[in-house]
């Protein structure tokens, strides 16, 4: 099958409108929810940085993101920006 340019648009289009990072699933992150469970509501994090027992996590950029602070591998606080 060929691949044509409108088709690899669409494509590219279709995988970008598919992010986990919603308001929706936002909503599903609590206090608590272990640090593997996240990731698999929202995919692996962009970026984490570990600081004295606290793995503060970030999905996204700074037009759109939701951060959370995990502590023993659970939630303990977390944010969002920005989200649809």
Known sequence: MKITPVLLLGLVLTLLGCSKLTLENYS???VGMPYDEVTHLIGPPDRCDDVMGV???QW???KRSIHVNFVAGQVLLFSSSNLK
């Open 60 to 62: 996204g950029d700074e």
């Open 28 to 30: 599903k992150i609590t």
């Open 55 to 57: 793995r503060s996590c």
